[in-house]
């Protein structure tokens, strides 16, 4: 992929050649411009065929959190605006020093007058034998993430060795995407070079509890196979089969190309304070150099080498004195934190908190008034805060009892307040360690227009990369703007400034028919969508024209094109429908044939009173679907954003205290309602009596049956935060009953924002607008109930067991890159 403005050659600035478009060479081209935009004509050299991406967030790609576009740094456009010429896949081979010439691997030459090196680091191959099969990688760009995720779609077990920081988020997006994972680590302790003893131990504690298994103090021998990789064999004989090893035990500055030029050469590129190699006309940075005998694997010193090699090429004076570093491991749902020194010793005061009820440990190391490390895990809020203090070597003694509390406590004289917390930060202290920006840069952005958390991000890159500092910035744009902050509709994602309700509206406006062409006509700033954007609109054409919209199965999660569910071993759980909770004999054998079929280790009854048959292997969900639709029974979409289920009691029927048939209109409801897609799941109940054993009123549509007729309930949520319902009204018998509830989805389907649960749609619009829009007005309740019926006699026709077809080439599909692969209930 090349890249050049046009008539370069007319062009009489200094020629500045970059080697390298990571994260490092690009962003000292990002500080240069921003001093001086006009000072130098630059040219960038990529190895890799790609725009400049952030390498650190590989993690998450791998892990199905997000895709590639979302984590590209500067695309096309930023080297297009800026006169910058790339020229990538075509990295540089040789530097001649003489005559100021680089010549790439092609045979492309270009001439410089300044040359900053930016080669970064290569991965170290333990020396073992086996290490060059096919199977054996390094994680270090996306083309070991691609290889992975085509290991994980193949199946089968993975081993990586090295339970460091990149180690370990390799396990876990491997063990996402349905591997067996095993890690291998020399040492005792994970992250020994982070965490102390305690905290790794709750680390690998973790991670087992994940499906993880953790081999530490293991030596690795040989890696074994005959053709490709089978397994790994450790020093004390043990075997462990793998498909696919990871070595993830270090990182070595890329050197090779330097030495070979005849620059001065350490550990890496030897560089002084303005980041100048042996050659005056020759800079280099980022983990490929030696400043002051030290290297580093870290971003937040690559941001500070950046900022003073800029400062340098346009003539300020600030040079780079050396970097403090700290660390977080980002596993989703484990919150990890180091900085300083941890090993403690002579003169060296722990201060430490633990609360195993939270799964938080908190370690403070104070030497002379002064904090000299800290590790956290389990409550990572106070990171950046301890690193401020360790880094300015500022006097604790006022703060020493409240200090392992954390800042919030601190701030507040022993009560917790966030704002006053923040407020406290120096402008230098560090806000985004992802992006290097620190509170004054965030502060300064927001008094130049910044005045919403997107907007921070589109400007200044706080919080739009791992997301662990959205709550700092939120409280920086509530201390700087008071009540101005803009805190209005969201957009429905990065690729566009609409939000959800404007989409909707113009959907049905401009009487758009297909995904492409809604994000034409609403200028999408990206080519396909995302991950978040595409299953919203998929949702919205498919709500706003029933029968007419051909379904994008590939903009829909996975679990919803497979009607199964991965589990954290890789398999799939199943969950057939029965109507209102009730089964016959026909069914129950068809599950057991299934359960014995295909060796089903666990077949559970669900909280909505159904089976879920656990441990079906993907490559068995077609015809575990064709079996079970034979005997009639279809999905239950017990993981889609559709009806899962309705749940009901024995009402009259056998119940002494029943007063109505609450089984009979339960399953009713249910058939008149499954297949019925929505913002998100939709749960019903219908209790016998106000007894409540169906527990209606913790669902979404809940029915009470009383002895003069029925309580119709709403926007009831049994989750994380427990939502009791709000009563609709009461009505006289069933048929009235089952009319509500179709004009209740019916509204909430054409209203609530996708990903939104009735609850907070009903909190947004307020109860009254659902009683006017339903109660009140009868036309407008039948024309909701007609809408509903309608769009059922199209998605109740579709045979669920076909739709599992898609099961095997689902990975090969052009959008199946976009959607998460293990989203869960």
Not at 410 to 437: H, M, T, Y
Not at 703 to 725: F, K, P, Q
Request: hydrophobic share 40%; with cysteine.
């Amino acid at each position: 992929m090349e890249h050049r403005p046009l008539k370069a050659e007319t062009d009489t600035r200094e020629h500045l050649v970059v080697i390298g478009n990571g994260m490092a060479g690009c962003r000292a081209v990002e500080e240069l411009i921003a001093r001086d935009p006009n000072r130098y004509r630059v040219t960038i050299f990529g190895a890799e065929p790609r725009v400049n991406y952030n390498r650190i967030m590989l993690s998450p790609v791998l892990a199905g959190e997000k895709s590639f576009d979302d984590i590209v740094i500067n695309d096309a456009g930023w080297y297009a605006d800026n006169g910058i010429a790339l020229i990538a896949g075509d990295p540089v081979a040789h530097i001649d020093r003489d005559t100021k010439t680089v010549t790439t691997r092609s045979g492309l030459a270009e001439s410089y007058d300044r040359l900053l090196i930016a080669t970064g680091s290569d991965p170290f191959i333990i020396p073992v034998p086996g290490k060059d099969l096919p199977g054996v990688i390094a994680f270090r760009d996306m083309d070991d993430v691609d290889t992975m995720l085509a290991a994980a779609d193949a199946g089968g077990d993975a081993v990586v060795i090295g339970g460091g920081l990149l180690g370990l988020e390799a396990a876990h997006g491997l063990s996402l995407r349905g591997m067996k994972v095993t890690v291998i680590h020399l040492m005792p302790t994970l992250m020994e070079r982070q965490l102390d003893e305690a905290a790794g131990w709750l680390l690998k504690n973790a991670l087992e509890a994940r499906g993880q298994t953790i081999l530490t103090g293991a030596d690795t021998a040989e890696i074994i196979g005959t053709g490709k990789v089978e397994g790994v064999k450790l020093k004390d004989g043990t075997l462990i089969p793998a498909s696919l090893v990871v070595m993830a035990v270090g990182i070595r500055p890329s050197v090779a190309l330097a030495r070979d030029a005849g620059l001065a050469v350490g550990r890496g590129i030897q560089v002084d304070d303005h980041m100048v190699t042996s050659d005056p006309a020759v800079l280099a940075v980022g983990e490929c150099v030696e400043h002051d005998g030290q290297v580093y694997g870290l971003v937040a010193p690559l941001w500070d080498m950046c900022r003073s090699l800029a400062d340098g090429l346009v003539e300020q004076p600030t040079g780079y004195r050396g970097s403090f570093t700290s660390t977080k491991l980002k596993v989703s749902g484990i919150d990890v934190f180091s900085a300083g020194d941890f090993s403690g010793g002579d003169g060296c005061e722990d201060i430490v908190l633990r609360d195993a009820s939270r799964g938080v440990y908190k370690r403070v190391i104070v030497k002379g008034d002064r904090i000299v490390g800290a590790v956290l895990y389990g409550d990572t809020a106070d990171g950046n805060w301890y690193f401020d203090l360790l880094k300015k070597q500022e006097d604790v003694s006022d703060l020493r009892d409240l200090l392992i509390f954390g800042q919030a406590f601190a701030a507040g004289g022993g009560a917790a307040d966030p704002k006053a917390a923040v407020a406290a930060l120096s402008d230098d202290a560090e806000i985004c360690g992802c992006n290097g920006v620190t509170k004054g840069q965030v502060v300064s952005c927001i008094a130049k227009g910044a005045h919403s958390l997107d907007a921070v991000r589109g400007t200044c890159k706080a919080s739009a990369s791992c997301g662990s500092c959205t709550g700092l910035v939120e409280n920086l744009l509530a201390l700087t703007l008071g009540d101005d902050v803009q805190s209005g509709p969201k957009t429905m994602c990065k690729c566009t400034s609409f939000g959800h309700d404007d989409v909707r509206r113009e959907i049905v406006a401009q009487a758009m028919r297909s995904i492409p062409e809604v994000m034409q006509k609403l200028h999408w700033t990206t080519p396909d969508g995302c991950s978040s954007c595409r299953p919203a609109l998929n949702y919205y054409l498919l709500c706003a024209l029933p029968g007419e919209y051909v379904d994008d199965q590939q903009s829909r999660f996975v679990n919803e094109r497979l009607h199964a569910n991965i589990q954290k071993d890789g398999t799939y759980s199943v969950v057939p429908r029965m109507w209102g909770g009730l089964t016959n004999p026909t069914e129950l054998r068809a599950i057991a044939d299934v359960v014995e079929k295909y060796n089903a280790p666990m077949v559970k009854v669900t909280g909505g009173q159904r089976l879920d048959i656990f441990g079906i292997k993907k490559e068995d969900l077609p015809a575990v679907w064709a079996d079970l639709n034979a005997a009639g029974m279809v999905s239950g979409h017990a993981y889609g954003k559709a009806l899962r289920t309705v749940k009901t009691c024995v009402g009259s029927e056998w119940c002494r205290f029943g007063t109505q048939d609450s089984t009979g209109l339960g399953v009713r409801i249910e058939r008149m309602s499954w297949g019925s897609w929505m913002p998100h799941k939709f749960k019903i109940a219908v209790s016998g009596c106000p007894r409540n054993c169906a527990e209606a009123t913790i669902k979404d549509f809940g029915v009470v049956c009383v002895d003069s007729g029925y309580e119709l309930h709403v926007g009831g949520n049994g989750g994380i935060h427990v939502r009791a319902t709000d009563l609709l009204c009461k009505v006289a018998n069933e048929q009235e009953a089952m009319d509500y509830c179709a004009a209740f989805i019916q509204l909430y389907r054409e209203e609530a924002r996708y990903l939104e649960r009735t609850a907070p749609w009903i909190e947004r619009v307020g109860l009254a607008h659902i009683v006017a829009r339903i109660v009140d007005d009868e036309p407008g309740r039948e024309a909701l109930r007609a809408r509903f019926l309608y769009s059922q006699s199209f998605s109740q026709d579709d045979p669920w067991a076909q739709r599992a077809e898609g099961a095997e080439a689902e990975h090969h599909a052009p959008m199946a890159r976009f959607i998460p692969q293990g989203e869960t209930a």
